[in-house]
């Protein structure tokens, strides 16, 4: 294995860990702020973290990081922004409310489901998921139903309201798949966390109740969840997939779920049963059997 893949995996791994962990940090917030707040003070510092790498590659004129694909017609980073930011802010603002109700082992393996969800969306623009992309959904399924579903055949609020995000998190990674050729990545993903902030920040003005004390008591988590989550692991993530194996690639980022659950267990005390580890487990399988089948099938296509 050549050097450079080793690194980008290692980086890989050091990402599925900031972002598994940031469910802790997500969920110890919601202790002295309202979920809405959180996430105003926390994406402002992921989109304002990102500034100096762009400036970094804009200095060295980066053509895989800062030029844009001259077979796209360009689109704005305003434009682009908006649309990416406001999915962001759905399922970001579903996930960090379903976090006041479920553990952060739940939150998740519950979101990592987006990546099943993605391609079954696809259905929608007429596009054939493959034949591996409906098995993981169903081991995903059945994990959803053992993690999630009780005795009485019903789901948590907090487990559902993390569950609809998952939604908005596959439909924010299919308008980055677009937007993504058309404009600056990291241009894009600054102003997309901007956006997100500002539409937290007038929801948290509206419906919560706004104070620097209390802010500063999350300090703590949000400065994890801004700095450490949006700004230092998308960094790594940019950094690593330069030489990451893409098989590598999706079966460590889909790990984050399995660090969040150490990280509940570690931190907040939290246990699975039996029953949940099975679940869990389950759609773990499911999420690198929809990641893998993929790659697979394009290495057999390409060969």
Known sequence: M???????????????????????????GMDYVGPFTFNAVRFALGSFSLLPLIWILQKRQSKTDSQISS?????????????????????????????????????????????????LLGLFWRQRPRFGTWVGAFLAAIGL?????????????????????????????????????????????????????????LTALAIETISLSSIWQAAVPILYGGLGSVGIAYTLQVIAQRDAHPAHSAIILSLEGLFAAIGGWLLLSEVLSLRSLLGCSLMLAGMLFSELSGFFSKKKLNS
């Open 2 to 28: 050549k050097q450079g893949t080793v690194k980008a995996d290692i980086l890989l791994l050091l990402t599925a860990t900031i972002w598994g962990f940031a469910f802790v940090a997500q969920r110890i």
């Open 71 to 119: 077979s796209q017609p360009k689109i704005s980073i305003l434009f682009g922004g908006i649309l990416a930011g406001g999915a962001l802010f759905a399922g970001a603002s579903l996930q960090q409310a379903g976090l006041v109700y479920t553990t952060a082992g739940n939150a998740g393996f519950i979101t990592g489901l987006y990546v099943v969800i993605v391609p």
């Open 145 to 201: 139903y053992f993690l999630s579903i009780n005795e009485e055949f019903t789901i948590s609020f907090g487990d559902l309201l993390v569950l609809i995000s998952a939604f908005f998190w596959a439909g924010h990674v299919l308008l980055i798949g677009w937007l993504a050729p058309r404009t600056d990545s990291l241009k894009l993903a600054s102003a997309q966390f901007a956006i997100c902030s500002l539409l937290s920040f």
